[in-house]
């Protein structure tokens, strides 16, 4: 059985730093791309980072969206089976749930287009 869980999100400060764990059961988390998703309140969810895995692309391919391009790095511990988020320089327009997702192809994740969905961790940035 498939499960993304993810953890970390919380409250904190403009400027200030966060990192969000997707702990992953049921596969094996190198085979596929992985990637995070953002949703704020009345918009739409929208792709933050992805990096690929043994699914056809490149592996160790990572996207970035540019508003987060500088400040924040996706990872993987595969020993731990586990995707990272780290955030920095945190901005109040960065306040949203944030998803983990696991997608079959690199640059369909990056569209969209997952397979399964964590339940979401709440990141809220005050200013």
């Known amino acids: 059985q498939v499960q993304l869980v993810e953890s970390g999100g919380g409250l904190v400060q403009s400027g200030g730093s966060l990192r969000l764990s997707c702990g992953a059961s049921?596969?094996?988390?190198?085979?596929?791309?992985m990637g995070w998703f953002r949703q704020a309140p009345g918009k739409e969810r929208e792709r933050v980072a992805a990096i690929s895995g043994r699914d056809g692309a490149r592996d160790g391919t990572i996207y970035y969206e540019d508003s987060v391009l500088g400040r924040f790095t996706i990872s993987r511990d595969n020993a731990k089976n586990t995707l990272y988020l780290q955030m920095r320089n945190l901005k109040p327009e960065d306040t949203a749930v944030y998803y983990c997702a696991r997608g079959r192809y690199f640059l369909r994740l990056w569209s969209g287009s997952a397979d399964y969905w964590g339940q979401g961790t709440q990141v809220t940035v005050s200013s």
């Open positions: 049921g596969f094996t988390l190198d085979d596929y791309a």
